[in-house]
């Protein structure tokens, strides 16, 4: 959603599009808000949200995914740049951070084709390395703004 927003809002169409975009900015904000209020207590986002929260583990591949989708919001000026969602961000960028370890893997991440079971240690989840990399890009992105 985030790229059609940004490639809406960067073409010869953006006017004709400004009802669209709008609400392409609007339902992402509230899947992003709805995402980080379901934050656990080591700080990554959980593998599901439509099942009781005792049954999920946490993700860090979701986690850097979403968390970049906030940044991205912010730069295209959707959200405010400072406060509420991207401190949210802020504390879920440095989760991430801590979780990618020395052989530059991240944990604990999903099986990539079984979402509903984390991998055991010494497996490694090779899109949550993109996730990661979409997040730092964000990230600088925004830190650039100011």
Do not use: C
């Not at 995402?35 to 700080?43: E, H, P, V, Y």
């Not at 979780?99 to 899109?127: E, S």
């Amino acid at each position: 959603m985030i790229r059609v927003l940004a490639t809406i809002a960067h073409s010869p169409y953006a006017s004709a599009y400004a009802t669209q975009t709008a609400n392409l900015a609007a339902w992402t904000t509230h899947l992003i808000t709805s995402a980080f209020a379901q934050s656990l207590t080591d700080g990554f986002l959980p593998n599901e949200y439509d099942v009781a929260m005792s049954a999920t583990f946490s993700d860090g591949s979701s986690t850097a995914l979403l968390t970049s989708v906030a940044y991205r919001l912010a730069t295209l000026g959707h959200i405010p740049k400072t406060g509420g969602l991207i401190a949210k961000a802020e504390e879920l960028r440095l989760a991430v951070e801590k979780g990618v370890g020395n052989d530059g893997w991240l944990t604990p991440v999903v099986k990539p084709r079984l979402y509903k079971a984390p991998f055991v240690a010494g497996k490694n989840n090779p899109q949550s390395g993109a996730f990661v990399l979409l997040m730092e890009a964000a990230w600088k992105d925004w830190k650039a703004t100011f």
